[in-house]
C-alpha cells in the first residue's frame, strides 16, 4: 500500500509539473523549472515504486492461489477499504474545488481544468480497481486484470517518455541552467559597472578594473568554460555585456533571471523590463546608463 500511494501521489504532481511548465501562470513570478520542480523526484518514484507495487501484487495474488484464506486477512480487507475511502474523498474533494472556483467567478484556465480532470481519472480508476478487487471481480476474469495491469504499467512508461518531450532530457535542463546562471552573472557585472560609475563617474575601461577595489567582490565568469565574459565600453555611458548560449530563451514564461528592474521616482511603481531574452550561441546585450536613475554617489 505504501508503493501504491506513494507512486500514485508522484504520477499526478508530475503530471502537475508538466501541465505547469506547458500552461506557464502569467502571474506567477517564478515559473515552473523543469527538473527542479520535483519532476526528477517524482520520475524517479513511478519508475522505481510503480513496477514494485506491481510485483508485489502478483506475489500476493500468488500466494492468495494457493491458500484461498489470505484474500480475506484482516489488513488486506481494511488496505481495500481504505483505498476506496480515500478515493472517493479524493474525487469528491475534486469536484467542491471545481464548483468553488466556478462559483467564486475566477477564471477557469486550461491548466486547472486539465489538473481537475486528472485527479478525477486517477482517483476513478483507483476506486473501480479495487472496488472490483474486492467484490472479486479479477479473480474471475483474470486476463482482464492482466490487461488493465499491463495498460497501466503503459501508461506510467509513457508518461515518463513524455516527459523528455514536454520539459526536455535531463541534459537539456542542465545546460539551461547554464544559461540561466550566465544571465544572473551578466546582471551581477551590470550592477557592478553602475556601481563603478556611480563612485567614479566613469566607466571601466576593462572588467579588471572592477577587482581593483575593495567594493567589489570576485568576478564571475562563465560556469561552461570558465572563461570571463565579454565587457566592451562604448560611446558615453554605453557598454555592452557578452556571454555565449546554449539555447534560446522561453519567450512564453519570465523568470527572476531575465528580468530588469529600472528604479523610478519616489512614490511611483518601478518598471520591469524584460531585456535579458536571448538566442543560442554569442548574444551582447547592449546597456546604456541613465545618470538621472543612477546619479554619482557623493
Request: glycine residues 6%.
Amino acid at each position: 500500500m505504501v508503493s501504491f500511494y506513494w507512486s500514485v501521489i508522484a504520477y499526478i504532481f508530475l503530471v502537475f509539473n508538466y501541465i505547469d511548465y506547458t500552461f506557464p501562470n502569467a502571474l506567477a513570478y517564478y515559473p515552473a523549472d523543469p527538473y527542479q520542480s520535483g519532476i526528477s523526484y517524482q520520475m524517479a518514484s513511478v519508475i522505481v515504486l510503480f513496477p514494485l507495487y506491481l510485483l508485489l501484487m502478483w506475489l500476493i495474488r500468488k500466494d492468495i492461489i494457493l491458500d484461498a484464506s489470505r484474500k480475506e486477512i484482516w489488513v488486506r480487507r481494511w488496505g481495500l477499504i481504505l483505498t476506496l475511502f480515500v478515493a472517493g474523498i479524493a474525487i469528491a474533494a475534486d469536484f467542491i474545488t471545481l464548483l468553488t472556483t466556478f462559483l467564486n467567478g475566477e477564471a477557469l484556465t486550461t491548466a486547472f481544468l486539465l489538473k481537475v480532470l486528472v485527479v478525477f481519472l486517477v482517483a476513478a480508476g483507483v476506486f473501480m480497481h479495487f472496488i472490483s478487487d474486492l467484490r472479486g471481480y479479477w479473480d474471475v476474469f483474470p486476463l482482464r486484470r492482466r490487461s488493465v495491469s499491463i495498460g497501466v504499467a503503459v501508461l506510467a512508461l509513457a508518461t515518463i517518455v513524455a516527459g523528455f518531450f514536454i520539459v526536455g532530457t535531463p541534459a537539456d535542463a542542465r545546460l539551461a541552467r547554464f544559461d540561466a546562471q550566465k544571465v544572473n552573472d551578466l546582471q551581477n557585472i551590470q550592477s557592478q559597472v553602475i556601481g563603478y560609475y556611480q563612485a567614479k563617474q566613469k566607466l571601466p575601461g576593462v572588467l579588471a578594473d572592477l577587482t581593483r577595489s575593495l567594493s567589489y567582490g570576485p568576478l564571475p565568469t562563465d560556469p561552461q568554460t570558465e572563461e570571463s565574459y565579454i565587457y566592451q565600453p562604448g560611446e558615453g555611458l554605453s557598454f555592452k555585456l557578452c556571454a555565449t548560449f546554449n539555447a534560446e530563451s522561453r519567450t512564453d514564461q519570465t523568470s527572476p533571471g531575465t528580468r530588469a528592474i529600472v528604479p523610478t521616482p519616489v512614490g511611483e511603481k518601478s518598471i520591469v523590463l524584460d531585456n535579458w531574452k536571448h538566442g543560442a550561441g554569442q548574444v551582447c546585450f547592449d546597456r546604456i546608463i541613465d545618470p538621472s536613475f543612477y546619479p554619482p554617489l557623493k
